[in-house]
Nanobody, 119 residues
Framework: VQLQASGGGLVQAGGSLRLSCAAS????????MGWFRQAPGKEREFVSA????????YYEDSVKGRFTISRDNAKNTVSLQMTSLKPEDTAVYYC?????????????WGQGTQVTVSS
């Protein structure tokens, strides 16, 4: 399975971005889909995840109320709508597919997309 993330860019604080991740090359039926991020000099951290059905979503505390994760299984895509962005959201964002939900790693990874929030 290959994951392709897109949608990153440069935005001013308070702005919005929508990240997308498209899966190809295999089935992700039953997988959780998630987003992680890694800022310069920091470890990769969990941001958000969504269950296969979309009925359960999970967020890291600092993004709750600002980020919304969604998925379209017919299109094999997962999205992360980010609003009220802050400079501390600056990082490379990675999408991941997980057989078992966890906040550490994934079974498949996208290549990452840079998000830069200027103050």
């Amino acid at each position: 399975v290959q994951l392709q993330a897109s949608g990153g860019g440069l935005v001013q604080a308070g702005g919005s971005l929508r990240l997308s991740c498209a899966a190809s090359g295999g089935s992700l039926r039953g997988y959780y889909m998630g987003w992680f991020r890694q800022a310069p000099g920091k470890e990769r951290e969990f941001v958000s995840a969504i269950s296969w059905s979309g009925g359960s979503t999970y967020y890291e505390d600092s993004v709750k109320g600002r980020f919304t994760i969604s998925r379209d299984n017919a299109k094999n895509t997962v999205s992360l709508q980010m609003t009220s962005l802050k400079p501390e959201d600056t990082a490379v964002y990675y999408c991941a597919a997980q057989r078992l939900l966890n906040k550490v790693t994934g079974d498949y990874w996208g290549q990452g997309t840079q998000v830069t929030v200027s103050s």
